[in-house]
């Protein structure tokens, strides 16, 4: 090979490295005080009732160990602040979250990161931002952190602390259907309960806010020309009437927010063997028995769906009634009198339970793994990209390849 002809393939393959290089760098990095910033999302799309999760990862990149303050980061696991910066196709998102007034910072309010070391937080986005509506998300942390100079100065009793700027590059999702913004759910009360029951009933009551809000915008979320032929909907409710169907929604609306906003009390005084027993007019008052204690948290006849069923009964949520119970007796309840089925509490129970999955529509993502999670079109980095995107991105590789050949040419070629 000749001289010529070496130095053309050494600056493609130059060039070429250059440009994978560029095309796979993490694109939501931002290196400040020698602290890389990075952000990801475990999905590029999401629907209603997804949780929207969001990694955050600080590396030391330098040689020498990096002290800061974790205040209103991710890495405290809650949002203590207004710390990133939202937008909703260019419209700022409102902050939802806690702001909280601090006392002076202790030892466990400080994070040493030796060289190359990296920590992470996941934190969901809705319960900082108000992110109701659907379209395509940016966010970008947008706080300063503070920096120790030393190890040994945050032990002291005047601590030098630095402003670092940590902004980041934007990482974008897209929301496919409109969403409740999430509401601070109330703590319920507990009559008779004990220590260990207490923190049954906890998770109890909140899954039941969960798959209430979920079922909730399963029904606002399906459009109306495929209300009729949702199987889910038809499985528990019977034949479709935009009557009836409005009604079902109503139920839900007061169910999710009888168990998210109203003082909920769970009484743990009853031996029986049934699930659990409300009095009707005794609003928010549910007495919890036996079977109760043996279900499991979620599923078909669970505890968090016992307490949709119960909370359904209550005459200033949907006042339903016990016309029949068990799965099978609600199907059959469904195709013959579909009236009284929107009408039955476990016919609510069971759609809000939703096992096994059914859909409202296709790829509605409505229920626990009912997508076969085939979103070919999502970058790995968590942001989205438009169908026919692989043709854009080919171009785009062969211009920066050309770009990166031309800019190795001058300094090769040229010699």
């Known amino acids: 090979m000749n001289n010529k002809l070496q130095k053309i393939v050494l600056v493609f393959i130059l060039g070429f490295m250059q440009i994978v290089g560029v095309s796979y760098a993490n694109k939501e990095s931002y290196v400040v005080s020698g602290l890389e910033v990075k952000l990801s999302m475990p999905q590029g799309e999401y629907f209603a009732a997804d949780a929207l999760m969001l990694n955050f990862t600080l590396t030391n990149i330098t040689s020498e160990p990096v002290t800061f303050l974790k205040w209103e980061t991710p890495l405290e696991n809650d949002f203590t602040g207004d710390m990133f910066a939202v937008h909703l196709e260019g419209q700022k998102i409102r902050y ?136 889910r909907y038809t499985t528990w409710f019977g034949s479709h009437t935009s009557s009836r169907y409005s009604t079902v929604t109503s139920h839900f609306t007061k169910i999710h927010d009888a168990l998210a906003n109203q003082q909920v009390t769970l009484h743990c005084d009853c031996t029986d063997s049934f699930f659990a027993y409300v009095f009707i007019g005794d609003e928010y008052n549910i007495h919890l028995c036996n079977a109760f204690w043996n279900a499991a948290l979620k599923g078909t006849d669970s505890q968090a769906g016992t307490l949709i069923h119960e909370t359904s009964h209550f005459t200033v949520v949907a006042a339903t009634d016990d016309h029949v119970y068990g799965q099978n007796e609600a199907k059959i309840l469904a195709i013959n009198n579909p009236n009284n089925a ?39 980095d968590g942001t989205s990209s438009a169908s026919g995107g692989g043709s854009f991105d080919q171009y785009l590789l062969y211009f920066l390849m050309l770009l990166g050949i031309s800019k190795i040419s001058r300094k090769y070629w040229l010699k």
Do not use: W
């Open 342 to 380: 929107i009408d039955n509490a476990d016919s609510h129970e069971y759609f809000a339970e939703n096992t096994p999955a059914l859909l409202m529509e296709d790829g509605d993502g409505s229920s626990d793994d009912n997508s076969d999670g085939s979103t070919s079109n999502n970058s790995d």
């Open 96 to 231: 939802i979250g806690k702001l909280v007034k601090r006392a002076a910072p202790q030892e466990n309010d400080f994070i040493t990161l030796a060289a190359g070391e990296s920590i992470s937080g996941v934190i969901d986005l809705a319960d900082g931002y108000a992110i109701e509506n659907e379209g395509n998300y940016t966010l970008a942390f947008n706080k300063h952190l503070q920096i120790v100079d030393n190890l040994a100065t945050k032990n002291s009793s005047k601590l030098n602390l630095k402003l670092a700027p940590a902004n980041s590059s934007a990482v974008g999702f897209m929301l496919n259907e409109g969403r409740y913004m999430k509401q601070r759910a109330k703590q319920a009360n507990f009559s008779s309960c004990d220590a260990s029951q207490q923190s049954v009933l906890n998770n109890a009551h909140a899954a039941a806010i969960v798959i209430a809000e979920e079922s909730l915008n399963s029904l606002n979320n399906t459009a109306t020309s495929e209300q009729a032929t949702a199987e």
